[in-house]
């Protein structure tokens, strides 16, 4: 059974650094074909693709954040990080990690999501 | 990369069919048979529905089809139930440069 599960801060502020933690089990980031991706929701809005991360370190941004946006791996520890600068409060949203497969294209299955607000 | 184009609700009775539609362009939906759909219900996280376009993951209803003509990707839901009430968001790879688009989100409701 995959799970995966995120955590971080709940509240940043302005213009700082956002650093998530993707922890999964079920499988490996080692394996061929498997990723991890992020996915972000503002309250009451639509889902948005930020960053994903494959078996072999091939990372693919959302171009229109790619310059904030910082996406690793520690295979050992089973988790994906994602980091995020210069937030804002427009950044305020449920950020989702999730399981995908290169050739398959999909996210299944997503974790609980984590709340993230920005704010002074 | 803009974000595919959903209807903003569609709505329909216990046991009817309702179609969502989702419109991208010649560089994603059109160009890629790598069309997927989500589920979402109030405050949980999107379940996988449909992907590459028609195809059910184990363990979802074969009420919930998929299908794509040109630049536009389907999802039909036959037999409405109550519990198919929550939002849909379809998915597309978008190339190289922009892997993942979703739409901008349909909410069913179940009348």
């Known amino acids: 059974q995959i799970t995966l599960k995120e955590s971080g801060p709940t509240l940043v502020k302005p213009t700082q650094t956002l650093t998530l933690t993707c922890t999964f089990s079920?499988?490996?980031?080692?394996?061929?074909?498997?990723?991890v991706g992020w996915i972000r929701q503002p309250p009451g809005k639509a889902l948005e693709f930020l960053a994903l991360?494959?078996?072999?370190?091939?990372?693919r941004y959302s171009p229109s954040l790619r310059s904030r946006l910082t996406i690793t791996k520690d295979t050992s520890k089973n988790q994906v990080v994602l980091t995020m600068t210069n937030m804002d409060p427009v950044d305020t949203a449920t950020y989702f990690c999730?399981?995908?497969?290169?050739?398959?294209?999909?996210?299944?299955?997503w974790g609980q999501g984590t709340l993230v607000t920005v704010s002074s | 990369q803009s974000a595919l184009t959903q209807p903003a609700s569609v709505s329909g009775s216990p046991g009817q069919s309702i179609t969502i539609s989702c419109t991208g362009t010649?560089?994603?939906?059109?160009?890629?048979?790598?069309v997927s759909w989500y589920q979402q219900h109030p405050g949980k996280a999107p379940k996988l529905m449909i992907f590459?376009?028609?195809k059910r993951p184990s363990g979802v209803s074969n009420r919930f089809s998929g299908s794509k003509s040109g630049n536009t990707a389907s999802l039909t839901i036959s037999g409405l139930q109550a519990e198919d009430e929550a939002d849909y968001y379809c998915?597309?790879?978008?190339?190289?440069?922009?892997?993942?688009?979703f739409g901008g989100g349909t909410k069913l409701t179940v009348l």
């Open positions: 999730a399981h995908t497969l290169f050739s398959e294209d999909k996210f299944d299955p």
């Open positions: 079920g499988f490996s980031l080692s394996t061929t074909e498997v990723g």
């Open positions: 991360i494959y078996w072999d370190d091939d990372k």
């Open positions: 010649s560089s994603d939906v059109g160009s890629y048979d790598l």
């Open positions: 590459e376009v028609n």
């Open positions: 998915c597309s790879y978008g190339g190289s440069s922009t892997p993942v688009v």
